[in-house]
Nanobody, 114 residues
Framework: QLQLVESGGGLVQPGGSLRLSCAAS????????MGWYRQAPGKQRDLVAR???????YYADSVKGRFAISRDNVKNTVYLQMNSLKPEDTAVYYCNTWPPFMDWGQGTQVTVSS
């Protein structure tokens, strides 16, 4: 079964940038549409962005124009470039297929604060 490991989170100031990575372990995921999800404290987990095998992308309205999703099928890795970060972007970020059918990993914490 596909296993995913998220990394790249951290503490940044508003307006800053982060690049998240999601690497496969145990299997490749180049056949799947992949998504980034996030869950803030007290909130449900929502889709942030997704990218298909052909490179087609979708972004939630809240991040459109600020985030960019990409993938490297050779490295079995999906990325999320986050620019112009806002405090409301603070959340644990997860990767998974879209729709999500793999077990959720631990995610990576993104905190946007002064």
């Amino acid at each position: 079964q596909l296993q995913l490991v998220e990394s790249g989170g951290g503490l940044v100031q508003p307006g800053g940038s982060l690049r998240l990575s999601c690497a496969a372990s145990g299997s490749v995921f180049n056949r799947y549409t992949m998504g980034w999800y996030r869950q803030a404290p007290g909130k449900q987990r929502d889709l942030v962005a997704r990218i298909g095998s052909g490179g087609n992308t979708y972004y939630a309205d809240s991040v459109k124009g600020r985030f960019a999703i990409s993938r490297d099928n050779v490295k079995n890795t999906v990325y999320l470039q986050m620019n112009s970060l806002k405090p409301e972007d603070t959340a644990v970020y997860y990767c998974n297929t879209w729709p999500p059918f793999m077990d959720w990993g631990q995610g990576t914490q993104v905190t946007v604060s002064s």
